[in-house]
């Protein structure tokens, strides 16, 4: 299987739980500004939320991707208000074709004193058990 993880991080949470994806899968973690150099049976996207919303490098980078190039889009995140970014992640996905896994993961993230410290140690064993179960 051949395996890729992308992610856009303001807060660097997305691109601490793309390292323990990594850890996983035996891929190298990237932005979203690195486009996919070839097919992949899955992609991991990872986002968080800003004021409601996935940053624009998500749907810039969802725009670069080819239904024929990806077979399998599992999404991960974290935020502090709203429940989760997969939805808004599975939208644009689904938009362009692509096959978005109903797997997901998200968990909390911190936003000043609110969720203050997350994701943690337990939200990323969590991540990790997750991902184990995604490569089965």
Known sequence: MKYAI????KFGH???MAKVVAEVVNAKPETVAVPLSEPVDTLYLGAG???GKVN????QFIDTLKPEQVK???CFGSCAIIDSPVPQMRKMLEAKGIRCDERSFTC?????PLHSGH??????ADLRA???KTIK
């Open 6 to 9: 992308r992610f856009f991080s």
């Open 14 to 16: 997305s691109e601490q």
């Open 49 to 51: 939320v800003f004021l």
């Open 56 to 59: 624009g490098a998500i749907g």
């Open 72 to 74: 399998n889009v599992v």
């Open 108 to 112: 909390k993230g911190s936003m000043g």
């Open 119 to 124: 994701p943690n140690q337990q939200d990323l």
């Open 130 to 132: 997750f991902i184990e």
